[in-house]
């Protein structure tokens, strides 16, 4: 009999029988997983072979996600999901989804390790190889859901750790130094711009000239991360202090030599920008210092110069206040100093 079991929000329909290949499907509803197990196990009953998967490979099963995507929301070049899918089809993508095995998710996640890949870092591209192959790859086996426990026992894949790492002292200056004599201002100044602003790497490579309010001094940031809202979650976030300054002395696109269409601030793909960063710390000797740091460092400053967690929160763009907590790094007892400063 085939078991029906709620993963990730979706229902999974799961059938095992001595002879058969495990075969699995996951729906909206528990109603429906129901009927298709019926089914599937009536055809084993009467000695027929039930339908598998196409025999796609992988590489086949991501473009026709990313088409699928296109209708709703098209994944853009500058995203990191780009770049996430753009590496599984490199690795995984001549290997038929059908016949994709443990054994094969193992070499891949040693391989992402041995590239300088975190278990964090692999963990999020596994889950979204798991997302295409659940909602493009028809009723192929859960072999992510299998691989995962030895994944995570061999230390492969992994939560996320809260990074606490800031530039200290002339580490900043040293790095954009650094990128202004190897790579150009820009490299430099779209660094700066992230420490200054706290946004994320994908959203600062986003801005245009047109998301400019000259007059307000806002930038429209458009479909900044929420889990709750994928889509047009666009938001108007002041440039505050250094940050407009930088954004000011930006050459025009034909200055820089980018195509006429491209009407970018920092007209850099996010991972040559972090690439570039990876390598002045390696030359400067700058130890554990990631590019996504500068985001906390930016919030990290705006809470020093005294703006309220509401007001970080309209620059950041976070929904949910506590996860601002971990980015002051105050310590509880200080706010007896501040009631004492007020008092006095």
Known sequence: MASISKVEGRWRALIRRKGHKPISKRFDTKAAAAEWARAIETQIDVGQVPKMASPATIGTLIKKYRELRSTTKPILDTSSEHYVLKQLTRTLGEIRAEALSVDDLLGWATRRKDEGAGPYTVNCDLSKLGTVLRYVGGSLPDVIGTARPKLAYLGLIGGGGMRERRPVE????????????????VYSDFVLFSAYTAMRRSEVARIAWSDVDERKRLVLVR????????????????????????????????????????????????????????????????????????????????????????????????????????????????????????RG
């Open 223 to 342: 479909d900044r991360k929420d889990p709750r809202r994928k889509i047009g979650n666009d938001q108007w976030v002041p440039l505050l202090g250094e940050s407009w300054n930088v954004m000011q002395r930006q050459p025009s696109k034909q200055a820089i030599g980018v195509a006429q269409e491209d009407q970018r601030i920092f007209p850099i793909h996010p991972q040559t920008i972090s690439k570039y960063f990876k390598d002045a710390c390696r030359e400067l000797g700058v130890p554990d210092l990631h590019l996504h740091d500068m985001r906390h460092e930016g919030t990290s400053r705006l809470f020093e110069e005294g703006f309220e967690i509401q007001e970080v929160a309209l620059v950041t763009g976070h929904k949910d206040w506590r996860h601002l907590r971990r980015y002051t790094q105050l310590k509880p007892e200080s706010l007896h100093l501040k009631v004492g400063k007020q």
């Open 170 to 185: 002339d580490e900043l200056a040293r790095i954009c130094t650094w990128l202004v004599e190897n790579r150009g201002q």
